[in-house]
């Protein structure tokens, strides 16, 4: 390892957290990670475990404001809300649906796509150093289209065609020879070429987490109380761990991130979209081999280590307001229609809080009134397909350094905050 420069504090330990960690730590920093309670089991823990460079359509879309009727009438299993929740946090909604325009959705999606690049690579190259190939499944994202007229409405293929994604489509027929877990009530599949899946993202996040504690890497399992920016560096407080001490300090904690930057002032135009997930065993025949997304129902259906995992759609509340696990039991009920699945090896189902930024892209960047203060969440969907990307590109502003792709914006100054 090269010289050390310097100490660095990251508070979140979900994978954005630790590809920093691993990322800083590569580079020569001290690093030393933490997090209330073990890492890689929050928000980290609960998705489709795809890596992918095509994952580039932010949700506040032209799409989704034409959608937006249906949505609001909760006719969409991809979407449920608390009115009490959004009336609330109205100006919130309406800033966040002002971002829904063609120029932003084209902005967006280029500098998703570059990030994804770079994360990809990043990912196959730990994975391999960690020596947990086994996790890994290529071409392994597919959406499938449950009609001819919800197909021609995916627009998504307009930005794909844009950036150069790769992908094939299918029509009903060939869907079976391709993945014949599938029972044939879809009409049209696109898959997407250049992915990859994983069949534990939480032994993933632990296999980065190994790659760092094994080259001298620190994690402290506390809850953060508090941040003190003192002169040439900062003071964290904790509950369980009492004060530490480092010249710099990353906030990489996703649905709570704004929460602990606005002790130091700032105001971060964070929300959160809750999501679930519930694993089925599969029944005799063909496995699933990939991760399925049904765009009609608004679910996912991925294989994993544990089963077939069904994650819902979106959940639009509180924070930590008390689970709702309608969404999750429909997808359930929709996914049954689609794959032949035996019982619920959970008997409750999982729920996570996906950070999520007014214009659906992450905060990565120097902070801008304090000096060694850093920013790296927000990532919504795609945190698992961009955290190695987002740490380099932190890693190299850390160092005054060319960044691997254009980070302008990611910038936390692209708000007034």
Same mark, same amino acid.
């Given at each position: 390892?090269?010289?050390?420069? +310097?100490?660095?504090?990251?508070?979140?330990?979900?994978?954005?957290?630790?590809?920093?960690?691993?990322?800083?730590?590569?580079?020569?920093?001290?690093?030393?990670?933490?997090?209330?309670?073990?890492?890689?089991?929050?928000?980290? &823990?609960?998705? /489709?475990?795809?890596?992918?460079?095509?994952?580039?359509?932010?949700?506040?879309?032209?799409?989704? #404001?034409?959608?937006?009727?249906?949505?609001?009438?909760?006719?969409?299993?991809?979407?449920?809300?608390?009115?009490?929740?959004?009336?609330?946090?109205?100006?919130?909604?309406?800033?966040f649906l002002s971002y829904g325009n063609k120029r932003h959705w084209h902005a967006a999606g280029?500098?998703?796509?570059?990030?994804?690049?770079?994360?990809?690579?990043?990912?196959?190259?730990?994975?391999?150093? /960690?020596?947990?190939?086994?996790?890994?499944?290529?071409?392994?994202?597919?959406?499938? @289209?449950?009609?001819? /007229? !919800? =197909?021609?409405?995916?627009?998504?293929?307009?930005?794909?065609?844009?950036?150069?994604?790769?992908?094939?489509? @299918?029509?009903?027929?060939?869907?079976?020879?391709?993945?014949?877990?599938?029972?044939?009530?879809?009409?049209?599949?696109?898959? *997407?070429?250049?992915?990859?899946?994983?069949? !534990?993202?939480?032994?993933?996040?632990?296999? &980065? *987490?190994?790659? @760092?504690?094994?080259?001298? +890497?620190?994690?402290?399992?506390?809850?953060?109380?508090?941040?003190?920016?003192?002169?040439?560096?900062?003071?964290?407080?904790?509950?369980?761990? +009492?004060?530490?001490?480092?010249?710099?300090?990353?906030?990489?904690?996703?649905?709570?991130?704004?929460?602990? /930057?606005?002790? *130091?002032?700032?105001?971060?135009?964070?929300?959160?979209?809750?999501?679930?997930?519930?694993?089925?065993?599969?029944?005799?025949?063909?496995? *699933?081999?990939?991760?399925?997304?049904?765009?009609?129902?608004?679910?996912?259906?991925?294989?994993?280590?544990?089963?077939?995992?069904?994650? %819902?759609?979106?959940?639009?509340?509180?924070?930590?307001?008390?689970?709702?696990?309608?969404?999750?039991?429909? %997808?359930?009920?929709?996914?049954?229609?689609? #794959?032949?699945?035996?019982?619920?090896?959970?008997?409750?189902?999982?729920?996570?809080?996906?950070?999520?930024?007014?214009?659906?892209?992450?905060?990565?960047?120097?902070?801008?009134?304090? !000096?060694? #203060?850093? =920013?790296?969440?927000?990532?919504?969907?795609?945190?698992?397909?961009?955290?190695?990307?987002?740490?380099?590109?932190?890693?190299?502003?850390?160092?005054?350094?060319?960044?691997?792709?254009?980070?302008?914006? =990611?910038?936390?100054?692209? =708000?007034?905050?």
């Amino acid at each position: 390892m090269t010289e050390s420069k +310097g100490s660095v504090i990251i508070v979140g330990g979900g994978i954005v957290g630790v590809c920093n960690a691993l990322a800083l730590q590569k580079a020569g920093f001290a690093v030393t990670l933490i997090d209330r309670g073990q890492p890689g089991r929050e928000t980290s &823990y609960g998705n /489709a475990g795809v890596l992918c460079e095509s994952a580039i359509s932010v949700v506040n879309s032209p799409a989704m #404001l034409r959608a937006l009727p249906k949505l609001l009438l909760g006719r969409s299993n991809g979407l449920r809300f608390s009115v009490s929740y959004v009336l609330r946090r109205l100006g919130w909604m309406l800033r966040f649906l002002s971002y829904g325009n063609k120029r932003h959705w084209h902005a967006a999606g280029r500098a998703l796509r570059d990030l994804q690049l770079v994360s990809l690579a990043q990912h196959k190259a730990w994975i391999a150093e /960690a020596g947990v190939d086994d996790l890994l499944r290529h071409g392994a994202w597919m959406k499938v @289209f449950r009609s001819e /007229a !919800s =197909f021609a409405a995916y627009e998504e293929r307009e930005l794909l065609d844009e950036v150069g994604s790769n992908y094939t489509v @299918f029509e009903r027929e060939q869907i079976r020879q391709i993945e014949p877990a599938l029972k044939p009530i879809y009409a049209k599949a696109l898959l *997407l070429e250049d992915t990859c899946q994983v069949s !534990s993202p939480a032994q993933l996040t632990d296999a &980065y *987490l190994g790659l @760092f504690t094994a080259a001298g +890497g620190t994690v402290v399992r506390a809850k953060v109380t508090g941040l003190i920016d003192n002169p040439g560096g900062w003071q964290i407080e904790t509950e369980e761990a +009492g004060r530490l001490v480092s010249d710099q300090l990353v906030i990489a904690a996703g649905a709570w991130s704004a929460e602990i /930057a606005g002790w *130091l002032g700032y105001d971060l135009p964070l929300g959160w979209e809750r999501g679930y997930h519930l694993h089925l065993e599969p029944d005799v025949g063909p496995p *699933l081999t990939r991760a399925v997304l049904d765009m009609d129902g608004g679910f996912a259906m991925a294989p994993m280590q544990q089963g077939v995992r069904i994650t %819902s759609g979106v959940e639009i509340t509180d924070r930590d307001a008390p689970p709702n696990y309608t969404q999750v039991r429909n %997808s359930v009920k929709q996914a049954r229609g689609a #794959l032949a699945l035996k019982g619920e090896v959970e008997d409750v189902p999982w729920m996570g809080r996906r950070p999520t930024m007014i214009d659906s892209l992450p905060v990565i960047g120097a902070a801008p009134r304090h !000096s060694g #203060l850093w =920013f790296n969440f927000g990532h919504q969907h795609v945190g698992l397909s961009m955290a190695p990307g987002s740490a380099l590109a932190l890693c190299a502003m850390m160092q005054a350094m060319p960044e691997p792709v254009d980070m302008h914006l =990611f910038r936390a100054t692209r =708000f007034r905050i």
